[in-house]
């Protein structure tokens, strides 16, 4: 029943009423809970300012003591990222097996999402259950055996082994998100469109589509996020040509020492991404990761 | 228990507003006598439930006092108000049972437990809610649950006033009548002032001594549902209030005559203060419009007949303006030509919406 | 509301089961494969039978010694996590604002740690947490505390928990902060008009329409935190000595360090049907979740 109270008109009311009743109420809860997220966020946000100070000092300054802002600010980390192909070549390699894997996993788990929201059939508990196992495997156990069966097959090395291996965790998740938000869609419209003579593939294309749409790229972009962020069968399945770029970043370890500055400019590099994606959807993080199924 | 006054009472939802567009609540000045059964009525939308928030404490108005008695509590929280309200849709404490959920204002007040015991006793069974007093709240109908968001709403016995809001809409139609009973008895049996918020006429004229109609964010007739019946104040109240509404016509009037389309309509009083850029309506209930046979009377075309169930209403047009009237039992119209005949004593006008009174005519007191 | 029976539906399913079968059962395969034969390297293999599972499970064979405190510590790490991060998601959930700009501010800003790579994770706090050029080390040590995550194994594990709790309270807050979200506004009225306090409307209202997300957040961090790998490999490499290795760095290092491919198949069985076993209670308790709400619903 939680869907039935928010309609139209009462948007206003609930905004309206917090902030009256924030008025009426005394002073300390409202600032005890700016406090906590106040001091949260400062908690998230420290690492990765020292991670971008870093990476705007030169080794010089990174070594020779602490300073809170860089003295001499220097973009070389970065410059030297943006020229050296082994470097830029690793986030063209990452993001294209990120793209194939969020493109593939949506792809095979849309029809799954719809069978098992609309269909009972032979096993599909069992199996409901079996996928969700996957997504909880250990990447740990897959590691071995995946790079023996995609060298047996000739994929190793390539990108299109990472995003095979990423949805062996990432289908099973679209699968979930997506069932959730399709039972929230109701049967009857299935019917309705069968009445008015719509084929499946069109109905499914024209009318189902556009209602799950939200669900479509809630489960695109965890996909995205957990493709994004699993590094071990990335780095497993890939030597050379295909190196994820996080797996690129330890190279900065070399004779002469750690290039810290090196490092930290590639890891601000890598939050980039995921911080443009997210600031796309911002405005469906809550609903997003309520996963349909609140 | 309290007399509720609100003084120039206004709400905007914005912050500084400017026009009286920005304003969902107009400035209200209403006075809600102790013990008193009130209902507010009007389409969604227009401020009732507005206004019942600004009571309740939920919302704080933007202008305006909100006294109980002499006491001012604009400023006081819902806490402290001591009110009840009872919202649209069920609120239930799904990890509680029913006894508990109904005794919850009751423990939060620090009432003794001896005290809330027997007063949930009684209004449990008031409610029809003794069998399942033990059983989790959550695993009930929705129907139960609203008896239970009734009934934390009852409870207490010393509340200023009783808040419904529209608080039927999920009970099945033949509860419905039920509940709505019981209300009245428990009113009757309290003398505790209750407010009930309603778009459903009926409701509202069954349940309460005194409707409150609202319109657009302003009151716009308060008064028995009598009065609300034979002389709306508004073109809105006679339009909104009756099935089918009254039949709004604009005319023209000069002195005791009305003129609609080619068609003249005497009236008992006479309209000297209408200016000539006001919008000018007549308004007659259809159960005050006759249809007769052709003959004496303003000729109409029939062009369809309803019957209702304890009456025939009639669809006509006159000079071209759709019109609802009656059909007196045992009078049957051949063909699609008939006559009207409007009660004079029924006929009201209206300038820019608004009821005009207009002077007796000659002698003729009203 | 009971779905109409159709086999056919299993055409819509066929291409997952296929790609997670050809992810899943294929690799399990060669795993259960190894797992019962030994090697002396040079690619030949000979019958093991059931002794690599035999000593897994015998706590006083090296192996099996190894396995347990591996195990041991991964399910102490989960408590810790869980402990941790469940009631501190909550409380940031429930200091979410309530509009304005600053909700997707706040909202954006949570979700950056999510979606850093695991190993930047690692090296963030690698950096962060050292003595030298890191803010977090050179404070605390500033503050007169002797502290070294690469020297001391309780500095190490502080310092993996801290990281962990950056990375994923904010998973179990935008869960809590959803569910948050869906209770509607006449809760919170009646709340008030019922006198409520502030731990009541928490007890009695928000934490029981929290229960199935937080149950999700419950089982998400449990699994992944059980199966955590690379940030505490990127910031501790599992030392110092054993001290931070996991179950999955124990794996690695047995399957990608020594080739140890035996040892290291079995580890994984066992480690996995681990896993099956908690997922399925998870699932369990799950589903009588659903079916009791649904219950209430018809």
Known sequence: MSGTIAVGRSDTKSIAAPQAANRALSGPRVTGRVVVMTLYLLFLMLPIYWLLNMSLKTNMEITSGLTLWPREITFDNYIKIFTDESWYSGYINSLTYVLINTVLSIAFALPAAYAFSRYRFLGDKHLFFWLLTNRMAPPAVFALPFFNLYSAIGLFDTPWAVALAHCLFNVPLAVWILEGFMSGVPREIDETAAIDGYSFPRFFIKIFMPLIASGVGVAAFFCFMFSWVELLLARTLTSVDTKPIAATMTRTVSAAGMDWGLLAAAGVLTIVPGALVIWFVRNYIAKGFALGRV | MARITLDHLAHAYKANPRTAEDYALKEINHV?????????????????????????????????????????????????????????????????????????????????????????????????????????????TADMKQKISLGRGLVRPDVAAILFDEPLTVIDPHLKWQLRSTLKEIHRALDITMIYVTHDQTEALTFADKVVVMHDGAVVQTGTPDELFERPAHTFVGHFIGSPGMNILPCRVEGATAFVGTSLISLRRTYRTLSDGERIELGIRPEFVRLQPKGAGLPVQIRRIDDIGRARIARVEMSGRPLAASIPDGISIEGNEASLVLDPNHVHIYANGHLVAGEATGGHAA | MTKPLNNRAWFFVLPVFAIVAFSAILPLMTVVNYSVQDTFG?????????????????????????????????????????????????????????????????????????????????????????????????????????YNYTGDPIDAWVTIIVMDVWHWTSLVALLCYAGLKSIPDAYYQAARIDGASRWAVFSTIQLPKMRRVLLIAVLLRFMDSFMIYTEPFVLTGGGPGNATTFLSIDLVKLALGQFDLGKAAAMSLVYNLIILAICWVFYTVMTNVDAERERIEA
């Open chain 2, 32 to 140: 809600w006598s102790q013990g008193g059964a009130y209902a507010l009525l009007g389409p969604s939308g227009c401020g009732k439930t507005t206004l019942l928030n600004i009571i309740s404490g939920l919302v704080r108005p933007t202008r305006g006092r909100v006294l109980f008695d002499d006491l001012d509590v604009t400023d006081l929280s819902t806490e402290a108000r001591n009110i009840a309200q009872v919202f649209q849709f069920p609120v239930v404490y799904d990890t509680m049972t029913v006894r508990e959920n109904l005794a919850f204002p009751l423990k939060n007040r620090n009432v003794s437990r001896e005290r809330t015991a027997r007063r949930v006793e009684e209004i449990a069974s008031l409610l029809d809610l003794t069998r399942v007093l033990d059983r989790k709240a959550s695993n009930l």
């Open chain 3, 42 to 146: 040079n690619n030949q293999f000979f019958w093991n039978g059931i002794g690599w599972f035999q000593e897994l499970l015998d706590p006083s064979s090296q192996l099996g010694e190894q396995f347990l405190s591996s195990l041991m510590r991964t399910l102490l790490f989960s408590a810790i996590i869980l402990l941790i991060e469940v009631p501190l998601g909550i409380a940031v959930a429930l200091s979410m604002p309530r509009e304005g700009w600053t909700v997707a501010l706040c909202l954006v800003l949570m979700a950056i740690p999510l979606l850093i790579p695991w190993n930047v994770v690692g090296t963030i706090w690698q950096v962060f947490a050292r003595g030298d050029i890191g803010l977090l080390g050179w404070v605390v040590n500033r503050l007169g505390i002797d």
